[in-house]
């Protein structure tokens, strides 16, 4: 190869080319490619690139757009969240807040009809010891009665009449019992 490049130097006059020699002939014909090539790119090459670019601009304003628009609409939703989220809780402490009423006022109805039912049970505990103590009493007198007939009759050894002497005996012990009463 070597040998090839220093026969093309002979035949070209002997003169020993290097990198930094100007030959006029490559210019003009490199001009003239460049300029060729660049008219070609110009007239084919540039408008296809152009609109590749501008479908590219016109994609990416459009991404850019949807993606506000998301954002926008994430924003509207998680505001319209939040609002839910307040309006929630606040019911959830209405309802709270109720249930502790109605609860207090449960509480206060059952209490009250605790002591009704305490006081009735107590008028009735009353009533039935009076009703007792009545009884006993009568219970009492009536035995007194027979107890003092025993004894009168006893003492006096005579027959009196039972019935009469019961009746007199009831009668001087209901007075006993009124006189008690009015002290």
Same mark, same amino acid.
């Given at each position: 190869m070597i040998g090839l490049l220093a026969l093309a130097q002979e035949e070209a006059g002997g003169h020993v080319a290097s990198p930094f020699d100007i030959n006029g002939g490559v210019i003009i014909w490199t001009v003239v490619i460049f300029v060729i090539l660049l $008219? /070609? /790119?110009w007239r084919l090459g540039y408008p296809s690139l152009l609109r590749m670019v501008e479908e590219r601009e016109r994609r990416i304003q459009k991404q850019l757009e949807d993606a506000e628009k998301a954002n926008a609409e994430a924003q509207r939703l998680l505001e319209e969240h939040k609002k839910q989220i307040a309006a929630a809780r606040n019911e959830a402490q209405e309802i709270l807040a109720k249930a502790k009423t109605v609860s207090?006022?449960?509480r206060e109805t059952l209490l009250a009809k605790a002591r009704e039912e305490y006081d009735a049970l107590l008028n009735r505990a009353r009533k039935d010891i009076d009703a007792e103590k009545d009884k006993a009493i009568l219970a009492l007198r009536r035995e007194a009665v027979e107890l003092?007939? $025993?004894a009168a009759s006893r003492v006096i050894e005579a027959? /009196?009449?039972?019935?009469a002497n019961r009746r007199l005996v009831t009668e001087f012990l209901e007075s006993l019992g009124k006189a008690e009463k009015k002290k």
């Open positions: $008219a /070609l /790119l207090q006022k449960e003092s007939i $025993a027959n /009196l009449d039972t019935e």
